[in-house]
């Protein structure tokens, strides 16, 4: 068996969020995910919540109001939230409580220049746009993009409180591969995450959004883009070409599987591949009498350390299928490897 080079970085894992108070209707939301561990049980048992959660969502104007308390530089800031975007969630559900996306989060604290450029496409309400404000000596900036209107407005207000309007730019845009206007629609009332520019989708809809490409903005170019747009990474990078090409910015993705449209999950891959990227997957090191094991991403909120330690592990895309259905990937352009393996040590696996 042919050895893997593993590079892997210890680190230990902050908490920048802390819940404070969480809105009671929200918690009527989030009962059945905190009582029943299997998806069947949520859906049989938590029907009624669930139900009245989406009915109090379209019908009752009034916000149920949660608040949070964000550190940054030394200092607690109190901040707001509307209780209806359930991916508030991040703070609130046990589920989260070692962080929403920790693989992310710490790829970026290990990867982010103290004046770099961070890019968060799909930025919803703006987790890891505040995360990356809140670290340690950072000092650069931070390019936020949420299409869907009442998201961006619980975006706008939680950049707001929380004092980084001078740090953290905010765009009420759709990023593809041409500029012009999109319909956005929302099929899932319980996910604002879900929100997508399929034609065909239905639920809650939003008309005329700004339709932008990354290299038609005038900003300063990335140095790392995560980009979650929910299918349409491929359109997020094809309009990207001329800063990819010039920058080779270091992108964090998300993957998703699709059986039907196999072209679709492969193409983000074919892009960056053809510009000249590496791939990899990432994970939490292990160590068993075995040797060291390799947990994919956050399925590890039950054994999460303090003091852990992140791994890049090599992955090639024609293995996509044999893989998740989700996952977070690392791309990392060929002349950035030395300023990666720089940070990170390197380990072999099998042999």
């Known amino acids: 068996m042919p050895q893997t080079e593993i590079l892997t970085r210890r680190l230990v894992r902050r908490r920048p969020f802390r819940i404070e108070n969480v809105p009671w209707v929200t918690r009527i939301y989030r009962y059945p995910f905190e009582r029943w561990s299997s998806h069947g049980h949520q859906a049989l048992f938590g029907v009624f919540h669930i139900a009245f959660f989406v009915f109090y969502q379209r019908f009752v104007p009034i916000k149920p109001k949660g608040t949070f308390l964000y550190t940054i530089g030394g200092d607690e800031k109190r901040v707001a939230f509307d209780g209806r975007n359930t991916q508030f969630e991040a703070l609130y559900r046990s589920h989260y409580v070692d962080g929403y996306e920790p693989e992310v989060t710490s790829l970026v604290d290990s990867l982010l220049p103290a004046d770099g450029v961070f890019y968060d496409i799909g930025s919803n309400w703006g987790y890891h ?41 905010l765009h009420n845009q759709a990023v593809a591969d041409h500029v012009g206007t999109t319909a956005m629609h929302m099929p899932n009332p319980l996910h604002s995450g879900w929100a997508t520019m399929d034609a065909d989708s239905v639920g809650q809809q939003a008309g005329k959004i700004p339709l932008v490409t990354l290299d038609s903005l005038q900003i300063a170019p990335a140095d790392i883009m995560k980009i979650d747009a929910e299918k349409a990474e491929a359109k997020v990078l094809r309009g990207a070409r001329n800063l990819i090409a010039q920058k080779h910015p270091m992108i964090v993705f998300e993957s998703l599987r699709d059986l039907a449209e196999p072209e679709s999950t492969l193409e983000p891959y074919q892009i960056l591949a053809e510009a000249g990227y590496n791939f990899f997957r990432l994970a939490w090191v292990r160590e068993g009498s075995g040797g060291a094991v390799y947990l994919q991403g956050d399925d590890n909120h039950a054994r999460a350390l303090a003091e852990d330690c992140l791994a890049l592990v090599p992955f090639n895309p024609a293995e996509r299928f044999m893989a998740p259905e989700w996952m977070e990937v690392f791309a990392c352009h060929k002349a950035n490897l030395p300023q990666v393996r720089s940070l990170f040590e390197p380990r072999l696996l099998g042999g």
Do not use: M
């Open 129 to 169: 746009s505040l995360w990356a404000a809140s670290k340690a000596g950072f000092r650069g900036e931070i390019h936020a993009f949420e299409p869907f209107p009442s998201t961006f407005a619980d975006l706008k207000s939680v950049v707001e409180q929380a004092g980084l309007t001078d740090r953290v730019r």
